[in-house]
């Protein structure tokens, strides 16, 4: 087996679309980043894929600086699904223990995960992934790890995510119209998990926020499961929006000044500001007035959060608190904000594991996606479904 690999991440997202390549050595726990780029999106809203030629041509842009400023040629990547369709359901299964010795064999387990999954779709949604919460032997529940035990009934209690099936198709074929094979697909909040999140603060309880531009992902941990997952429609781009509105320019120019004097909570000294404009005129603004439009919207996605954190039981009882990743989660006291509206201890995602890592935050879904590809590698798991791949098509060619 090989002793490294380059693992491309492909993070399809509102207002930019970015790759990530890492290389994983066996023997290093480390990721090195090899080459990292962006690129403007087109035909994307809100996280989803709405015109499919715009998309595929943005990933082939990206494909080609891949090419041409790393000397890297990859032909397939890890890929990342958002956007409001996403929804979460929890579900049940229970089977019979097959075998005479009352051993629970693995193929017990497909059995009941698969009877888990038997839940009320419509015809265009779609299972993604199938998470166990935990599994239970005779009516002894909270076991992890059930291969190998004993017992007559096995149940197990998981958290299924899907989506909208014609949007995961338009997703699937704006890489694939890039010439690219897509080595697995992953909800982008649980991409994003997988690199902001430790197994201690999964096992103490957090929760994970994307804010991102056109939608904000929430994800929630407990005893190492996930145990909720929500999507909201507002991102960093309703704050460029609101304020285009109050302050009559464009979206650039709003942009610029988000960046530039924007905060979540004002402790300025309320002087006004200017920018000059493209046509020579000038701008004055008060960035305190700034800091009200900013204030408002965060303060709209934390109440969505907690809304969220209501449902299940979980407002303000986090014992490892919240952690904030993507382009939003840089605005200036947003740390501050979400501990005051939250209730919870909060800070923004540092990277770790990553070398040459630049513009953490932004890349945080990117690095959740090569991280996955890092655990495939590590398993041999791609290289299971190659050999699976070969003998389905030697067996093929006997069936008439």
């Known amino acids: 087996m090989a002793k490294s690999k380059i693992i491309a991440g492909l993070d399809i997202g509102t207002s930019n679309i970015k790759i990530l390549l890492a290389e994983k050595k066996k023997d290093n726990s480390e990721m090195k980043v090899i080459y990292q780029a962006q690129e403007l999106s087109s035909g994307i809203r809100r996280g989803v894929v709405v015109d499919v030629e715009k998309v595929s041509q943005i990933i082939q842009i990206l494909i080609n600086k891949v090419r041409i400023e790393s000397g890297q040629r990859i032909d397939s990547v890890y890929v990342n699904i958002g956007g409001g369709h996403i929804f979460c359901n929890n579900s049940e299964g229970v089977v019979a223990v097959s075998r005479a010795d009352r051993k629970v064999s693995k193929e017990d387990v497909d059995r009941v995960l698969e009877a888990a999954k038997t839940i009320s779709l419509s015809s265009n949604e779609e299972i993604l992934e199938i998470i166990p919460k ?27 995510i899907g989506c909208f099936a014609p949007y995961k198709n338009n997703l699937t074929q704006a890489v694939f119209n890039a010439d690219l094979k897509v080595s697995d697909m992953l909800p982008s909040v649980l991409a994003v998990s997988n690199a902001a999140l430790n197994q201690k603060q999964k096992e103490l ?65 309320g002087k006004k500001e200017k920018i000059e404009l493209e046509d020579g005129e000038i701008l004055i603004f008060s960035p305190k007035m700034v800091a009200g439009i900013i204030e408002a919207r965060v303060s709209e996605i934390f109440g969505e959060v907690n809304k969220e954190l209501k449902k299940i039981g979980k407002q ?79 067996f093929q060619i006997f069936i008439p």
């Not at 285009?244 to 000294?269: M, P, Y």
């Not at 513009?359 to 479904?385: H, M, P, R, Y």
């Open 134 to 160: 935990e599994f239970i032997i005779d009516g002894k529940g909270g076991i992890k790890e059930v291969e190998g035990m004993q017992g007559g009934r096995l149940e197990v209690k998981v958290l299924i």
């Open 205 to 269: 309880g957090v929760a994970v926020l994307n804010i991102g531009a056109g939608t904000s992902e929430l994800a929630v941990f407990e005893e190492g499961n996930l145990i909720h997952l929500a999507v909201f429609p507002i991102g960093s781009a309703n704050i460029t929006n609101d304020i285009a509105i109050i302050l009559k320019t464009d979206i650039d120019v709003a942009e610029l000044i988000k960046i530039r004097s924007g905060s979540c909570i004002f402790k300025g000294n």
């Open 316 to 394: 303000g009882k986090l014992p490892a608190g919240i952690v904030l990743t993507g382009g939003g989660a840089s605005l200036p006291k947003i740390v501050d904000l979400a501990k005051k509206e939250l209730k919870l201890s909060c800070r923004t995602w540092k990277p770790s594991g990553f070398s040459g890592l630049e513009d953490g935050l932004i890349f945080a879904t990117a690095c959740g996606l090569v991280l996955k590809g890092s655990e495939d590698f590590g398993s041999g798991k791609k290289d299971q479904g190659k050999m699976m791949e070969r003998i389905k098509k030697v």
